[in-house]
């Protein structure tokens, strides 16, 4: 089963995806965990992204594809995947499907996490009294948030378009979040093997 968890920053993508690996096991690819490795690792890739990301733009789709098919070809074997921070761009989202199919796979589900931007500005500011995190400074995240509803925003009807969107209420509590995104998860996975209807129908009617 692969997922796209979806939203903008600090929405509790990470958080969400982090739980889901330790339920399902499935495994969580996170370009921007990625990319920080890379930096830390002191590579000329980190080095190539390092301020691109301090300044709160996307990097090259080309990276990023390639990061994500280098850990799809490390992990053949796994379960499935949630992807966390990808893709951001309609060319990552394509990019995405291909790869899926090429290897006799596609994207299950989406879930959205839905939370207002200024509870964003407010999480983001006591995320970055508290880690430092330097894209989280209140230049780079306005920033980041701008590139969320001009770049990724537009993945909404993407997905919309093929059936794959479900919206939970990213404000409630980890654990509410957390149950809701089970439930749709369920639904899907029973859906696939007992109904001929569409899971997004069985749970939203239509
Ligand atoms: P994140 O931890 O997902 O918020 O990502 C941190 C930063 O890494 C982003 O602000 C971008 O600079 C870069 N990044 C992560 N994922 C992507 C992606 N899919 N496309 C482009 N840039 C990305």
Request: charged share 30%; aromatic share 6%.
């Amino acid at each position: 089963m692969n997922i796209v968890m979806f939203g903008p920053p600090a929405a509790g993508k990470g958080t969400q995806a982090k739980l889901l690996t330790a339920q399902r096991g499935l495994i969580q690819l996170s370009t921007g965990d990625m990319l920080r490795a890379a930096r830390t690792s002191g590579s000329d890739l980190g080095k190539k992204v390092a301020g691109i990301m301090d300044r709160g733009d996307l990097v090259s789709d080309e990276i990023v594809i390639a990061l994500i098919e280098e850990q799809l070809d490390m992990n053949e074997d796994a379960p499935g995947f949630i992807f966390d921070g990808f893709p951001r761009t309609v060319e990552q989202a394509k990019a995405l499907d291909a790869t899926l199919q090429k290897r006799g796979q596609e994207v299950d589900g989406v879930v959205r996490l839905c939370v207002d931007d200024n509870v964003l500005l407010r999480r983001i500011e006591k995320r970055f009294k508290e880690e430092g995190r330097k894209d989280d400074n209140p230049e780079s995240f306005k920033i980041r948030l701008g590139n969320y509803h001009k770049q990724t925003a537009p993945l909404l009807p993407f997905y919309a378009a093929q059936g794959k969107l479900t919206e939970v209420d990213g404000l409630a509590a980890i654990d509410t979040v957390a149950a809701s995104i089970a439930q749709v998860l369920d639904m899907q996975k029973t859906g696939m093997e007992t109904s001929t209807k569409p899971w997004w129908k069985r749970i939203f009617g239509g």
